[in-house]
């Protein structure tokens, strides 16, 4: 699939299948996004399924940032993030970077109850561990709003490759 006509054309079953994992293990997100179609372009997609986001219940956005994992972490994970996390040279840290970031993550998540996002493409493991030390002393609140807008850069930079195309602003 490399374009939105292509996209629209497919069946409720197949879209979520092909769509399903653009938001981490959430395929809620597409199901319900299947409703806006058709789509005009990736903006288009992207903007719908943030939406659907936007306006699910607090309960199904905290779900949402905890099936993600933990940045450097060597857990079972998605495709999406495994290549995320090594390219921005997570999977190659060194035993000290990664009890460092082990540590990092645990702090994090026993202050917010929910793993630390970043979209990690164009960083690196000293970018993203600055990150995590400077977010970690943010408030709760503030923290979960910042975690849902790293998923939805996430989520564009995924159907940006998906799509292979230059994404059209709607």
């Known amino acids: 699939m490399r374009t939105i006509d292509e996209l629209n054309a497919l069946d409720r079953v197949s879209f979520i299948e092909r769509l399903g994992g ?11 996004a299947w409703d806006s179609k ?3 372009s990736v903006m288009h997609l992207h903007k719908e399924m943030v939406q659907v986001v936007e306006t699910s219940s607090t309960t199904q ?12 972490d060597t857990v079972q994970m998605s495709e999406d993030s495994v290549n995320e996390q ?3 040279g997570l999977t190659d840290l060194t035993p000290e970077e990664y009890a460092k970031f082990i540590n990092m993550n645990q702090q994090y998540l026993d202050t917010f109850g929910f793993p630390f996002i970043l979209a990690v493409r164009g ?4 970018d993203i561990y600055k990150a995590m030390e400077e977010r970690v002393h943010i408030d709760k609140e503030s923290e979960f709003e910042t975690a849902l807008h790293e998923i939805y850069k996430i989520a564009l930079l995924r159907l940006e490759e998906k799509f292979m195309t230059n994404v059209q602003k709607t």
């Open 86 to 88: 090594k390219g921005a």
């Open 22 to 32: 653009i938001f981490e293990h959430s395929p809620w997100v597409a199901e319900k």
């Open 38 to 40: 058709p789509f005009t």
């Open 123 to 126: 960083k690196n493991k000293h």
């Open 61 to 72: 956005k905290l779900a949402l940032i905890q099936s993600h994992p933990n940045l450097g």
